[in-house]
């Protein structure tokens, strides 16, 4: 039995392929690199580099590696983007997500774990948000995902085949053993641009808006272990395989820290007081997203273990600082 991981050469995808390694599993990858990097893939994984919507590759992987599960990763994440290149998220995100369900139908590969995002909720009104919650979302990222899950619950209803889509909050932190962390020139996450300030490679940062009604003016989130987050997908694997029917699970932790927080806790770890603006509110940013995820816990069976921001932030420091010494 292998899992096949797409977008395993990416921050959460590679997260998994480390966890599923480290539990014995066979693994085989999929990643056009187009974010991802070959060296994230650990020796002894295969790294197919492709796009998972290429029908051919994907049903040749399938059937050559023997899978019985697909972790699927690969998305375009970055909201602002969407909103400039709709077609492209649909096409990337929905499109090609379409053709990685039917080839898994065709290949009788009966367990799917999706990669969806909190996005999905959009502007709720209400916080905390549970998996019931009315989904409104705003962005086309956040849409592309949503319609991935819909034909995900359409597919499980029709044919032999069972999913669980899990809902990510504010994914942070590196691999606590070193290997692996968020290394995308285009990350705009907190903590990593924290990270960056703390050690020099940026001259400031900002805060976007203090005026929010929250404890101090500034947003509040829930920053989620990204090794927790993989953790939870193997469970989610082990479930599936054991007969579970399929769901839809918050991962989080159930509780906020908000951005002045979060920057103490940078300036605190890392022992530089370094330089912070006040900036205008970054257009659709909501003041509060934090989950309820009960169910994760309840139905999955995930027990969290890295519910710790400074060791979050410990992690994220010294991941820039691995990042540097590879020259990247
Ligand atoms: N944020 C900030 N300064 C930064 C980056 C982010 O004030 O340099 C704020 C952002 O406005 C949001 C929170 O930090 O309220 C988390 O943003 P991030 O991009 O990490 O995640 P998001 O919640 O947008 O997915």
């Given amino acids: 039995m292998t899992v096949l991981v797409t977008g395993g050469a990416g921050y959460i995808g590679g997260h998994m392929v480390l966890a599923l390694v480290d539990a014995g599993e066979k693994v085989v990858v999929i990643d056009n690199l187009s974010t991802g990097y070959a060296w994230a893939v650990p020796e002894g994984v295969e790294l197919i580099v492709g796009d998972f919507g290429d029908a051919d590759l994907v049903g040749q992987t399938l059937a050559t590696h023997g899978v019985d599960a697909i972790a699927h990763f690969a998305a375009k994440i970055v909201v602002p983007e969407s909103l400039a290149d709709p077609l492209g998220y649909y096409l990337n995100n929905t499109s090609n997500a379409r053709t990685l369900i039917e080839c898994a139908v065709k290949a009788k590969v009966k367990h799917f774990i999706f990669s969806s995002t909190a996005a999905v909720y959009g502007e709720t009104g209400s916080q905390p948000v549970t998996e019931t919650t009315p989904l409104n979302p705003i962005s086309p990222y956040g849409r592309s995902k949503?319609?991935?899950?819909?034909?995900?619950?359409?597919?499980?209803?029709?044919?032999?085949?069972?999913?669980?889509?899990?809902?990510?909050?504010?994914?942070?932190?590196?691999?606590?053993?070193?290997?692996?962390?968020?290394?995308?020139?285009?990350?705009?996450?907190?903590?990593?641009i924290g990270a960056q300030t703390a050690l020099g490679r940026r001259p400031s940062m900002s805060i976007y808006g203090q005026d929010y009604p929250t404890r101090d003016g500034t947003c509040e989130r829930d920053y989620i272990q990204v090794t927790d987050l993989a953790e939870a997908h193997l469970d989610a694997l082990r479930y599936l395989r054991n007969?579970?029917?399929?769901?839809?699970?918050?991962?989080?932790?159930?509780?906020?820290?908000?951005?002045?927080?979060?920057?103490?806790?940078?300036?605190?770890?890392?022992?530089?007081?370094?330089?912070?603006?006040?900036?205008?509110?970054?257009?659709?940013?909501?003041?509060?997203?934090?989950?309820?995820?009960?169910?994760?816990?309840?139905?999955?069976?995930?027990?969290?273990?890295?519910?710790?921001?400074?060791?979050?932030?410990?992690q994220a420091l010294d991941w820039e600082r691995r990042l540097h010494n590879k020259g990247l």
Avoid at 149 to 158: S, V, Y
Avoid at 168 to 189: E, M
């Fill in 243 to 314: 007969g579970g029917a399929s769901t839809v699970c918050n991962c989080g932790y159930g509780h906020g820290a908000t951005v002045k927080e979060v920057i103490d806790v940078v300036k605190k770890v890392s022992g530089v007081d370094f330089e912070v603006e006040i900036a205008p509110r970054r257009p659709g940013d909501p003041a509060v997203i934090v989950a309820r995820a009960e169910r994760a816990r309840e139905v999955l069976g995930w027990t969290p273990k890295r519910d710790n921001l400074e060791e979050i932030v410990a």
């Fill in 146 to 192: 949503l319609m991935t899950e819909w034909m995900l619950e359409d597919a499980a209803r029709a044919y032999d085949f069972r999913y669980v889509a899990l809902r990510y909050f504010n994914v942070a932190g590196a691999d606590p053993q070193g290997r692996l962390g968020q290394t995308s020139k285009l990350a705009t996450h907190l903590i990593k």
